[in-house]
């Protein structure tokens, strides 16, 4: 029996949120979403030469520089998910500040901690994590 291949860079950073992505964009224009996929990320993404944690890490900086919330945090997601740590991304948002100011690397921060909060459980009321016990 043959491995599983690698998934592609696009499998990757979208995960399980795969099909939600693509019909999103898809419903908003079919053509749009084909060059979406085929052409960033099945094209440019497979591209060698860098690997795929340093250019999620390079999208998130280049999406906080457009102050592109939606896509920032479908590219924070991705970064983690191809291996940058949480403190890699939070270095990569900080460096923003010199180039493109606090308010969008605050708003960065902000989808950041909005992602791990959907990923921490949240105390349940009355649970001993609410109660401080």
């Given amino acids: 029996m043959s491995e599983d291949p690698s998934p592609t860079a696009r499998q990757a950073i979208f995960g399980s949120q795969e099909e939600r992505i693509l019909e999103r964009l898809s419903a908003l224009d079919p053509d749009l979403m084909a060059y979406v996929r085929d052409f960033a990320y099945d094209t440019v993404y497979e591209r060698p030469g860098l690997d795929l944690r340093t250019k999620e890490l390079l999208a998130c900086v280049l999406l906080v520089s457009l102050g592109s919330p939606d896509e920032l945090k479908t590219h924070l997601r991705g970064a ?5 740590s949480e ?11 010199p180039y493109l100011g606090f308010p969008r690397t605050v708003a960065a921060f902000a989808q950041l901690q909005a992602l791990n909060e959907k990923k921490t459980p949240q105390p349940q009321p009355g649970s001993e994590s609410e109660t401080g016990v």
């Fill in 80 to 84: 983690l998910r191809a291996g940058a």
């Fill in 87 to 97: 403190q890699e991304v939070r270095e990569a948002l900080l460096l923003c500040i």
